[in-house]
């Protein structure tokens, strides 16, 4: 076995992939990864399918040794950065750290989730059928847990051999207001309040987090009180309470809750609005059903493609970056000598 | 019974509500559409999340033809027969008061009656699991007496420690984890109706019902430890 040993990470690290599913009727929140692009992205560069568990950093990064062998690795998510013994490593380019090297994941640059994947995944159990790390349940990560310093994570040997690889992809980089469906509960609002909530601006609160986020804004005024009986929830819901400043339900929700919900974020444009961070500001469109299927189509045709987006490493790239890349061992002084001539 | 609304929850999802009260024969036919739907299972079906008044039908946008799955809603829903039977029934041992129920005595007093009066009444009804939310393991029982119905406190409390037995409104729970809650301790089993590490994690289904035993204080180190040995100590009732 070789394993990943953590140094140092931020106190949510912790394991996730596409989530639980099948014990929201026993109240087990699915969790899994905010950004499934970024998780996607990490995997395919690894060889891995693309909702594997891999490695979640929120806001912070974290510092990594490995012993026992090598690992294949890659980075995804929210810019942000690796580098081996202070070489930084390309962006969306994976890698091999080998023993005694020291890696380091920088922080989330341009949003808030960035994914660690390693070549096979880690050898952790699932727990319900899923790696993902759920505070509330204690169920996935570690035992129940997010890593702290000093855990060995365990990896497959027989899973390291593959190539560096770079991935060259159209960044799904939409711009623009964040797609809704509105409902299930829209009659629960004045028409006013609906027209205010998809013509005002919003600012994502300080209180955001794997759970929800909350927006401040226009207060929603509710028609019909803002009590209702328990029903379901999914991803993306954003749900009104009295005070009339809404929140966008995110993975680690819970089940079943008694507030109206206005609307529902259609699920192409979750990853987007997770990597938005405290402060944004926020506006929403809506849109049809048949607008909202399409958009989930090409995200998982844009998925599905990423693994036909993969190049070997190239060797004609500068000195800084094959030494990153660990590709020319022996090599290096015999270049590095002759650069300075 | 008036023709279910089917509610959008964006691309991924719908709720097909059957009212919009606590009522026992609207969580029966929640029930019974939560079972066909699941037997029949549409292409592209995640999951579904049966509530006190509406199922919640997940999918994958990509797979699952949503105007077929409406269809197959209105087909199922037209002539539905409500689920009554239930598979289990579940005896839960209980301590009732002192330090295992800090609020009986109070309970008792808001409706004149002595606590052995409120702990006869609670033990005595038949409850019915009408759904499992909130936290992993939560169940939402309805079946409380009306005659130890109490509001909820004024101040709810940060903590309260896993299997404590509690009513709030007309409702009756079992608290699955140590969890804050506004409702009332009346008591505290050493049963838990979830354990991550334990087979079968969870114990209680929605559907099933639950009968609280009360037993003696002295009872509590043995069932306590038969709990930690991965014991359910809640036993099923023959019926």
Request: hydrophobic share 40%; proline share 8%; charged share 20%.
């Amino acid at each position: 076995m070789i394993d990943l040993v953590v140094k140092s990470c931020g106190p949510m690290t912790a394991l996730q992939d596409r989530g639980r599913f099948g014990y929201q009727g026993f109240g087990v929140s699915p969790s899994g990864a905010m950004d499934r692009r970024a998780l996607a992205m990490a995997n395919a560069l690894v060889g891995n399918p693309p909702d594997m568990g891999t490695i979640e950093f929120v806001n912070l990064g974290g510092a990594f040794t490995v012993e026992g062998g090598d690992l294949h690795l890659a980075v995804a998510g929210a810019g942000a950065s690796a580098s081996i013994d202070g070489v930084p490593v390309p962006p969306l380019t994976s890698f091999v750290l080998r023993e005694g090297q020291a890696l380091e994941v920088g922080h989330p640059r341009t949003g808030t989730f960035a994914y660690l994947a390693v070549a096979g995944g880690l050898a952790v159990e699932p727990q319900l059928g899923s790696l993902s790390f759920h505070l509330r349940s204690r169920l996935g990560g570690l035992k129940g847990s997010p890593f702290q310093a000093g855990n060995r994570l365990p990896c497959r040997p027989e899973a390291q051999a593959g190539e560096p690889m770079q991935l060259t992809v159209d960044v799904l980089e939409e711009t623009g207001p964040l797609r809704v469906m509105l409902g299930p509960q829209d009659d629960y609002f004045t028409p006013e309040s609906i027209h205010l909530f998809l013509e005002s601006e919003f600012t994502i609160s300080p209180q955001a987090d794997r759970m929800g986020f909350q927006l401040t804004g226009p207060k929603l005024e509710h028609a019909k009180g803002f009590n209702i009986v328990s029903d379901g929830i999914v991803d993306g819901h954003i749900q009104v309470p009295g005070s009339g400043q809404p929140i966008v339900l995110m993975r680690d929700r819970q089940t079943a809750g008694g507030y109206p919900k206005i609307a529902t974020v259609i699920s192409a444009d979750l990853a987007r609005f997770a990597q938005m961070r405290s402060g944004t500001k926020v506006r929403f469109r809506a849109v049809e059903r048949g607008e909202a299927v399409a958009a989930a189509r090409q995200l998982k045709d844009w998925i599905a493609s990423l693994p036909s987006k993969l190049t070997p490493v190239r060797f004609d790239l500068t000195t800084e970056h094959l030494l990153s890349r660990n590709l020319i061992g022996g090599t290096v002084d015999a270049l590095s000598s002759a650069s300075h001539e | 019974m008036p023709t279910p609304k089917i509610l959008p929850c964006g691309d991924s999802a719908l709720t097909v509500e059957f009212g919009s009260t606590i009522d026992p024969a609207l969580n029966a036919m929640v029930l019974a559409l939560d079972e066909i739907v699941r037997a029949r299972a549409p292409a592209g079906l995640i999951e579904t999340v049966p509530t006190y008044r509406s199922l919640t039908i997940q999918f994958d946008p990509a797979l699952t033809d949503y105007d077929a799955l409406v269809g197959l809603l209105h087909e199922e829903t037209k002539d539905l027969a409500p689920r009554h039977a239930v598979g289990r029934r579940w005896r839960v041992p209980v301590v009732y008061g002192g330090e295992y129920g800090s609020d009986l005595e109070e309970v008792a007093e808001i409706h004149g009656l002595t606590p052995a009066q409120v702990i006869d009444i609670h033990s005595s009804a038949v409850y019915r699991i009408y759904m499992i939310g909130f936290l992993p393991g939560f169940t939402y029982l309805g079946g409380l007496d009306k005659r130890i119905a109490t509001s909820r406190r004024v101040h709810p409390r940060a903590k309260i420690p896993a299997g404590t037995i509690m009513i709030g409104g007309e409702q009756a729970g079992i608290a699955p984890m140590d969890m804050p809650s506004g409702w009332h301790n009346l008591g505290l089993t050493p049963v838990r109706p979830y354990a991550p590490e334990r087979d079968p994690v969870f114990l209680f289904a929605a559907g099933d019902e639950i009968v609280f035993e009360p037993v003696d204080a002295s009872r509590w180190d043995a069932m306590e430890k038969a709990v930690k040995a991965g014991e359910p100590v809640a036993e099923e009732v023959r019926l």
